[in-house]
């Protein structure tokens, strides 16, 4: 059976209930509760509550982001933070001789991708801009193992804080057009990121539920290839399941699917680093 007539096969039952691993738990960290559900923002026109993907999970694997000395994440920010530390490059300057305190960059995530200088900007970018215009160094590989890292430790800085992207104003087209990939069919299996993450959310497929493919918790270590996973390796991965040529990480095609998803997790806490399947 293919994945695409799996998915139309369990539309129905989706429709009529949403499936939980564990619908009673609390995601808390620290001593701090994440927001794991919220109403929908008023653009989610077919959606009435959006869910993080940790609700989605297995209480096993929900239990490995309930500490941070348990969420295998951390070997990865720990290592960032090594990296962030030294210097690189001709103006050998580390990442902290500007930003002394890391946890200065605390909000950044809840407001990427924006919009500067008219160009849509991710943390990828804003990260490499430094290397390259500030360090002196080379630019790192967009999903490679040092920017997964920096990123997540970056964004880590957000946890707990409410996902508030800007759609309107300089934004606004940006956003249109990553609502309008959101919503195309693409690939041999003639599917788009709604048909999962929207119809058929709570399904369960290949022995996991399917979620609503928010990305308040990424970056994200996935137990499935034990690595720090970004927002545009995950989209890449989506489009080669469903047998399409996809977009290249940093594109703007992806840039501006990432402002659009990013926006239908409003009022979601960042999880940044998570844990998924």
């Not at 941070?68 to 990296?83: I, R």
């Not at 934004?171 to 599917?191: C, H, I, N, S």
């Not at 119809?199 to 369960?204: A, C, L, W």
């Not at 890449?236 to 239908?264: D, Q, W």
Request: overall charge negative.
């Amino acid at each position: 059976m293919t994945l695409k007539a799996l998915m139309l096969g369990c539309a129905a039952a989706a429709m009529a209930t949403v499936a939980f691993a564990d619908e009673d738990a609390v995601l808390s960290i620290e001593g701090e509760t994440m927001v794991t559900q919220a109403a929908a923002p008023a653009h989610m026109e077919n959606v009435d509550t959006v869910y993080s993907g940790w609700t989605f999970r297995t209480p096993e694997t929900q239990a490995l982001q309930l500490d941070d000395f348990d969420n295998p994440a951390f070997v990865f920010v720990d290592q960032a933070l090594e990296l962030y530390e030294t210097a690189d490059g001709t103006a050998g300057k580390s990442c902290m001789d500007c930003h002394a305190n890391v946890a200065d960059f605390a909000g950044l995530k809840t407001s990427l991708p924006r919009v500067e200088d008219g160009e849509l900007v991710t943390m990828t970018n804003l990260v490499n801009e430094c290397r390259t215009e500030r360090m002196g160094a080379e630019p790192w590989k967009y999903s490679g193992g040092q920017m997964s890292a920096m990123t997540a430790l970056l964004a880590h800085q957000s946890r707990g804080m409410p996902m508030d992207v800007t759609i309107d104003g300089d934004a606004a087209p940006f956003w249109e057009k990553g609502k309008e990939l959101y919503y195309t069919r693409v690939g041999q299996l003639d599917m788009s990121c709604s048909n999962c993450h929207e119809d058929n959310y709570g399904v369960m497929i290949r022995a996991d539920h399917l979620s609503q493919g928010q990305i308040n918790g990424f970056p994200t270590y996935r137990l499935k290839n034990a690595k720090i996973n970004t927002t545009h390796g995950r989209f890449k991965g989506c489009m080669k399941n469903i047998r399409a040529t996809p977009f290249k990480e940093g594109s703007p095609e992806f840039k501006a699917l990432e402002l659009y998803v990013a926006s239908r997790s409003t009022g979601l806490s960042v999880e940044s680093p998570s844990v998924r399947n």
